[in-house]
């Protein structure tokens, strides 16, 4: 069965950086394209970032695209992302999800989801 754990949330201030987590219990994680989602108070779950499963294929959303980077280690079974130069309205939960081959391109294919993790940011 597979399992999602994200990590490295946590409260920071304006401009700051947090880098997430997440440990994929998947037993073929290397084929699997990683993205990463967030949802604020009161909206809807939003697309991050993706990577596909191989390459350095990767799609960032328009409102973080330059100051977050998503990255894999495919031999420790992590996704990470890298979020700089945060603001308030980054404040989310962030999930961590994987999906088949194409899934990077098409948000609705991600069928494989972490429980979250919070990132608080400070004005």
């Known amino acids: 069965q597979a399992q999602l754990v994200e990590s490295g949330g946590g409260l920071v201030q304006a401009g700051g950086a947090l880098r997430l987590s997440c440990a994929a219990s998947l037993r073929t994680f290397r084929s699997y394209d990683m993205g990463w989602f967030r949802q604020a108070p009161g909206k809807e779950r939003e697309f991050v970032a993706s990577?596909?499963?191989?390459?350095?294929?990767?799609y960032y959303a328009a409102s973080v695209k330059g100051r977050y980077t998503i990255s894999r280690d495919n031999a420790k079974n992590t996704v990470y992302l890298q979020m700089n130069s945060l603001a308030p309205e980054d404040t989310a939960v962030y999930y961590c999800?994987?999906?088949?081959?194409?899934?990077?391109?098409?948000?609705?294919?991600?069928?494989?989801w972490g429980q979250g993790t919070q990132v608080t940011v400070s004005s």
């Open positions: 999800a994987a999906g088949p081959n194409g899934a990077w391109r098409r948000n609705w294919a991600f069928n494989y």
């Open positions: 990577r596909r499963w191989s390459g350095d294929s990767t």
